[in-house]
């Protein structure tokens, strides 16, 4: 199933903090070619536009909603489908943004060394990833998933941790940058309505159960899960519900 850029955007403002903080520190006066790596519905990409209008940018996904999505909104910039995890720029990139995109692709030990090679000299990696999969809303998910009558089904489904420490892309990534920015941030993200945490995981974490499951057994599935999910993380009495949300941000400078 592909993605749902309407469920995706309704924590548009939750969504679209973490790559205005990851923008806040890159530090490029006026680079003249962006890539949005995995640009979603254009919520990211908006942000670029507006503080370069004089950058050509591109937004590349591998998902044709979330791109007419992206068009729909008429940004200054150019779109391609493409599989990100094989993405090369047509030319060197001033500029490569990536907000929650590279936790879905393996091999980050190839992949963000793969990245900084498509940079112009003086360019910039800047990354955004959650790093929230220890948390109850991933938990759950895996504990459920590996339950009867759930297990045979979805063995091999959801990944371990695909997000390493901090420590571990500094170790990787120091020796071959001009300049390394690496930090987490936990926000507490105070949602609202009904089932809010199942909500926020329906539009990512949870697609690859739905993908896999026929209709009947992903409602149960959803329904055990919804329930976990309330004792997790209850609603206050103002009904708003807390669910604190680990990122990890990364700016990466290349030698000029």
Not at 225 to 239: I, K, N, T
Request: aromatic share 8%; charged share 20%.
């Amino acid at each position: 199933m592909g993605w749902d850029p309407a469920q995706y955007l309704s924590f548009a403002d939750q969504r679209t903090r973490p790559a205005l903080d990851l923008l806040a520190r890159v530090r490029l006066a006026e680079p003249r070619r962006i890539v949005d790596l995995g640009c979603g519905p254009g919520n990211a990409t908006a942000l670029l536009a507006a503080r370069w209008p004089a950058a050509a940018i591109t937004g590349i996904d591998s998902d044709p909603a979330m791109l007419a999505r992206a068009a729909a909104a008429e940004l200054r910039a150019s779109w391609q489908q493409a599989d990100v995890a094989a993405w090369r720029a047509e030319a060197p990139v001033d500029l490569l943004f990536s907000n929650a995109c590279l936790q879905w692709l393996p091999d980050h030990g190839r992949l963000l060394p793969h990245l900084l090679e498509q940079l112009a000299p003086g360019g910039v990696l800047a990354v955004q990833m959650p790093a929230n999969f220890a948390a109850p809303s991933h938990a759950l998910m895996r504990a459920l998933a590996a339950e009867p009558p759930f297990a045979k089904a979805l063995a091999g489904v959801l990944r371990a941790d695909p997000v390493h420490a901090p420590e571990w892309y500094f170790d990787r990534l120091a020796g071959r940058a001009a300049s390394l920015d690496l930090w987490t941030t936990e926000y507490l993200q105070a949602l609202a309505g009904p089932d809010p945490v199942l909500r926020w995981v329906s539009s990512t974490a949870l697609r690859p159960v739905r993908d896999v499951l026929d209709a009947a057994s992903f409602a149960r599935f959803e329904a055990a899960y919804a329930e976990r999910l309330r004792e997790a993380y209850p609603a206050r009495p103002d009904s708003t519900t807390l669910f604190p949300f680990r990122r990890l941000f990364m700016v990466v400078g290349k030698a000029g």
